[in-house]
């Protein structure tokens, strides 16, 4: 339990570093820069290690990979909507 501390500041590092480029995004909705190839295969891996922490009953996976999935998907919306 003590080591999961390395999880919840790991998770929460990466999950804030993805967090400007969806701001950005939003507030220009300029989408061309995006790839959509790249953030739908990104997308799917995060999706299967949410699942993957979910089967270890590993929180820390589960809570970052689950704002990182909705907030890649924010930006797969935008990308489609937005083309």
Do not use: C
Not at 47 to 54: E, Q
Not at 67 to 76: F, N, P
């Amino acid at each position: 339990m003590r080591d999961e501390w390395y999880g919840y500041l790991g998770g929460t590092m990466t999950t804030m570093a993805f967090l400007p480029q969806v701001v950005k995004t939003l507030r220009s909705r300029d989408t061309r820069s995006l790839s959509f190839g790249m953030y739908l295969l990104f997308t799917s891996g995060v999706f299967l290690w949410l699942l993957y922490g979910i089967k270890l009953h590993a929180l820390p996976m589960i809570l970052a990979n689950g704002i990182t999935l909705l907030l890649s998907l924010v930006l797969l919306w935008a990308k489609w909507r937005w083309k």
